[in-house]
């Protein structure tokens, strides 16, 4: 089916065409220029700003130019505190970032690979945003550097990148440099710009099949294919679609298949397939985009904010939310979003933006912007610079503290910064058919041709999110007729419109575009109201907890957060945040309508500058709660893993107060529930909580040894494991030390076995030792010490009591083993 056909049936389903060109004087009527369709789509090519060319297919919304969109309020805030902050003025900072001897805009230097590219594609464009003269100067330093430096076969950048794959050139780092140069053409129209990108990608059309497949750029091409489009729209040139064509066939396949579990990778590969269709224009394509998205969160995904469990990369068995989302994911997702917002016409994509840009993006650096984290998680209860070695996480290096992170963090304080203002510049859209589209919201102005090719500016007030109304002013030097389509989000079932001051009748369906087509004239306004209500969301592949949102804002437990700074200087600090109050609440809630559980509190006033901190927090919510004192923090103060909802408690109920995740550095938001019926569960404590745990060698997670989370089988991925990988044929234990000598007399063991998947095996044989003094011995009068697997492997042996445990195993030969469960009683 071609892309054309595909649109047309999704808009015929959606109960009706958008972009068909209505028009009509102030109406009552939905059937009189004022449409809800759940996909805008159109057939034609058309609109003011470089439309797709044949055959490409047409593009549904139009990014505006850079500079078009003026963002005002707490939007406007965020970026000036970037222009200060780490973005803005990380050469102060960052050692990779220094101008001279870099391979960036020096072609016989050696230095440079990422961290360039990826702070000047948010440096430009946050210049450009915001007009600042300092930071605009700096990025087009950098820019007409790059375009200088160019060789005559048409490569750009380090000298060392060239053949930097096995001598094939690493085309990764250009990818976002090729995003700031287009902005910067858009800003300026310097002529260099066009030539320079022709000869960049004829270089990358003459390399071997093979590159295409290699490194970081094998998995991240749609970012380039993105640029080339960009491109071809203002050229014509034919190579460019065969270019396409090459990268997709040679390039990882993400059409059928998960290509890579790392976040980042994920976060910009999964949208290749639907980018690759506007060429193919095979719906196929964006369903391929849409499994693998649905793919990754609907296993990792299971938590609010927007993000998945993929703390490096997401790991079969970890998807708690206690995992975290990496700084360059959030910021990656954001921009894929985009993408496919005005490639499809498709408002959920959009939803999806906001989610993160109101919930983790804020609560990824300090109120300052002048540090961050490199994962920010949806439970979290302390924030430190210890690394974390039971693999609660992937990486065993610190990810948590704020801090400017140059070498620790490296790439995520250099990319973070486009997130913001690439939000800005797609809070609108022009429209094939010659209109403007209202696809996120925040106080701005816009200016843009529209109708007859009328340049008009619409002013948009707003305090949403945390206000339910959008307020638009037009002005235009003539009436103009054009259609605007206004985003109706999924959360939202009941929006109204008003246009100056009239209602109108059409109903606005949630995850729709509610299109108002009409005669304009100067100062003519439009109101939208977007009611919010509490809602609560049950994730019941994540032990049936919950998260509470008000429209697009999802609500976390205010803890109260003591900030140290424990290294860094005044101007770029380095951050712990240390709890002081109680996290471990489950929240009672109504059965019936668990929504009628809260209290909305507002605050009076105006919504403060910056509302991403516990102070400034414009709405609080309240709800009962009661403490789960088994619910505690692992040995590394890392918040240890939800158990099954709802939960029993004999703790008084108590009022508990929620805030915005985004406010909250500290945060519980996946809840369990409080229950006392048949179906309320026990929460245990591990199995050990005054042990600690080691092993002659680890991988994967210690933690999971005594986490209690019974597994179905022994390749059961959905629990975790702790395994003695890589090594094989070795013998191998792990340990229990108790702070206090305990009586045992059982212990039992549950294998990990992947037979099938990998090379884990259960073990040839095991005993179990205890420490007498200072001395080793076996338990005695032991029976069978089991190795089925899929079931828990149970001895029994005389009582002992000891300060430590030993179970000692050895390995079959060549392979490795685990355990997914270790008891004690």
Request: avoid cysteine.
């Given at each position: 089916?071609?892309?054309?056909?595909?649109?047309?049936?999704?808009?015929?389903?959606?109960?009706?065409?958008?972009?068909?060109?209505?028009?009509?004087?102030?109406?009552?009527?939905?059937?009189?220029?004022?449409?809800?369709?759940?996909?805008?789509?159109?057939?034609?090519?058309?609109?003011?700003?470089?439309?797709?060319?044949?055959?490409?297919?047409?593009?549904?919304?139009?990014?505006?130019?850079?500079?078009?969109?003026?963002?005002?309020?707490?939007?406007?805030?965020?970026?000036?505190?970037?222009?200060n902050g780490v973005c803005g003025r990380y050469p102060e900072v960052s050692d990779f970032l220094k101008y001279e001897g870099n391979g960036w805009v020096d072609p016989n230097a050696d230095d440079g690979w990422e961290e360039v590219t990826y702070w000047l594609r948010g440096l430009a464009d946050l210049g450009y945003v915001t007009g600042d003269a300092r930071v605009t100067a700096l990025a087009n330093k950098w820019i007409t550097g790059m375009i200088a430096s160019q060789q005559p076969d048409g490569w750009f950048g380090p000298r060392r990148a060239r053949t930097g794959l096995d001598g094939d050139p690493d085309f990764w780092p250009h990818m976002p440099a090729l995003y700031a140069i287009r902005s910067y053409h858009e800003v300026t129209g310097d002529p260099k710009v066009i030539p320079f990108l022709t000869k960049f990608f004829q270089f990358q059309s003459k390399q071997r099949p093979e590159t295409f497949g290699k490194s970081w750029a094998g998995v991240r091409w749609g970012d380039n294919i993105d640029s080339i489009y960009w491109l071809y729209n203002r050229t014509g040139d034919a190579f460019l679609i065969d270019l396409v064509k090459m990268i997709h066939e040679r390039s990882a396949d993400w059409t059928n298949t998960i290509a890579s579990l790392h976040n980042v990778n994920f976060a910009q590969g999964f949208r290749e397939p639907a980018q690759y269709g506007v060429i193919a224009q095979d719906g196929k394509f964006l369903s391929a985009t849409k499994q693998r998205y649905a793919e990754v969160m609907g296993e990792f995904g299971q938590m609010a904010g927007g993000g998945f469990a993929g703390d490096e990369n997401a790991r079969h068995g970890y998807g708690d939310p206690r995992q975290g989302f990496e700084t360059c994911g959030i910021a990656e997702y954001m921009l894929s979003f985009q993408i496919l917002t005005r490639q499809t016409g498709e408002p959920i994509w959009m939803d999806r933006c906001e989610e993160l840009a109101f919930n983790m993006l804020p609560a990824s650096y300090d109120p300052e912007q002048k540090s961050l984290h490199y994962i920010t998680t949806m439970n979290c209860v302390q924030i430190d610079n210890d690394n974390k070695t039971h693999q609660q996480y992937q990486n065993n290096f610190a990810m948590l503290a704020f801090q400017p992170g140059v070498h620790n963090y490296r790439c995520c304080p250099h990319n973070y910064g486009m997130a913001w203002p690439y939000y800005a510049e797609n809070l609108w859209h022009a429209t094939a058919d010659k209109g403007l589209a209202a696809n996120l919201y925040a106080a701005s102005d816009v200016t843009a041709k529209v109708g007859d090719g009328t340049s008009i500016t619409i002013a948009q007030t707003t305090e949403y999110p945390f206000g339910d109304t959008i307020h638009l002013a037009i002005k235009s030097p003539k009436t103009v007729s054009f259609p605007l389509y206004l985003r109706i989000p999924r959360w939202c079932s009941n929006a109204t419109v008003r246009v100056n001051g009239k209602p109108l009748a059409a109903k606005a369906a949630p995850n729709s575009y509610l299109i108002v087509d009409r005669e304009w004239k100067n100062n003519d306004t439009v109101a939208l109201h977007l009611p919010m209500k509490v809602s609560v969301r049950t994730w019941t592949k994540n032990?049936?907890?919950?998260?509470?949102?008000?429209?697009?804002?999802?609500?976390?437990?205010?803890?109260?957060?003591?900030?140290?700074?424990?290294?860094?200087?005044?101007?770029?600090?380095?951050?712990?945040?240390?709890?002081?109050?109680?996290?471990?609440?489950?929240?009672?809630?109504?059965?019936?309508n668990p929504a009628h559980s809260f209290d909305v509190a507002q605050k009076g006033g105006p919504v403060a500058a910056n509302p991403f901190t516990h102070e400034t927090s414009p709405i609080h919510l309240r709800v009962k709660a009661k403490k789960i004192p088994n619910w505690i923090a692992d040995s590394e103060k890392v918040v240890t893993p939800l158990q099954m909802s709802p939960v029993k408690s004999e703790e008084p109920t108590e009022t508990v107060t929620l805030i915005p995740m985004a406010a909250a550095r500290l945060r519980i938001t996946s809840f369990p529930t409080i229950g006392g019926g048949a179906d309320a569960h026990e929460w245990l404590t591990p199995v050990l909580p005054d042990t600690i745990a080691s092993a002659s060698h680890v991988n994967d997670s210690l933690d999971a040894l005594s986490d209690n989370m019974e597994p179905k089988q022994s390749y059961d991925m959905g629990v975790p494991r702790f395994t003695w990988w890589d090594h094989t044929g070795t013998q191998e234990w792990a340990q229990y030390d108790f702070r206090k000598p305990k009586t045992i007399s059982t212990a039992s063991a549950y294998w990990f076995d992947d037979t099938g998947h990998g090379e884990c095996r259960v073990p040839k044989s095991w005993r179990l030792l205890y420490k007498d003094g200072a001395s080793w011995k076996p338990v005695t009068g032991a029976s069978a010490y089991g190795v089925a697997p899929d079931k828990y492997n149970t001895v029994t042996f005389t009582p002992i009591t000891t300060s430590a445990l030993r179970l000692e195993v050895q390995l079959q030969d060549k392979v490795s083993g685990g355990l997914l469960e270790w008891k004690v009683g």
């Open positions: 089916m071609k892309r054309r056909d595909f649109l047309k049936l999704g808009l015929a389903t959606a109960g009706g065409a958008a972009l068909a060109g209505y028009s009509s004087k102030d109406t009552q009527s939905a059937t009189n220029g004022v449409k809800s369709v759940a996909v805008a789509g159109t057939d034609q090519a058309g609109g003011f700003y470089t439309p797709n060319r044949a055959p490409l297919a047409p593009s549904v919304f139009l990014k505006l130019p850079v500079g078009a969109v003026k963002p005002r309020g707490w939007l406007r805030h965020q970026l000036d505190l970037e222009v032990k049936n907890s919950v998260s509470v949102d008000r429209g697009p804002i999802t609500y976390s437990l205010a803890i109260g957060e003591q900030w140290e700074k424990y290294a860094g200087t005044d101007q770029w600090p380095e951050y712990s945040v240390l709890p002081q109050t109680p996290w471990n609440y489950g929240l009672v809630l109504d059965k019936s």
